[in-house]
């Protein structure tokens, strides 16, 4: 498995091909490389809904499953990660949007 097209889009620091993902764990949206790899701790699946989603592989439970695939944190493998916004303000705030702190 790997992520349809149209999820995929490009990291704006670092141009490289990224999905974003929204964590199981607290629904945050999360980078995560575009093209699969064995390497990689998470677990990345689309959903029923047609979003993707990313879970943390454990130690406990280290495979993915069949609908999963494997996927590194863009965090991880960004060779120009955008620099942490300092302060707030002047960021135009569109409803229902939450502004997302990693990405520029
Ligand atoms: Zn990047």
């Known amino acids: 498995m ?4 149209h999820h995929v889009t490009v990291c704006r620091g670092c141009r490289a091909p990224i999905c974003w993902a929204l964590t199981t764990a607290n629904g945050r949206r999360q980078p995560v ?9 998470l677990a990345v699946t689309q959903g029923a809904d047609g979003k993707l989603y990313v879970r943390s592989l454990t130690k406990a439970h280290p495979e993915p499953r069949p609908s999963e695939w494997r996927a ?9 990660p955008p620099p942490r916004r300092s302060g707030g303000g002047g960021q135009r705030s569109t409803s229902g949007v939450r502004p997302v702190p990693w990405q520029h």
Do not use: L, R, V, Y
Not at 2 to 5: C, D, G, V
Not at 33 to 41: F, I, L, Q, S, W
């Open 2 to 5: 790997k992520p349809a097209s």
């Open 33 to 41: 490389d575009a093209e699969p790899t064995d390497e990689g701790n």
């Open 72 to 80: 590194m944190p863009h965090f991880a493998t960004c060779t120009s």
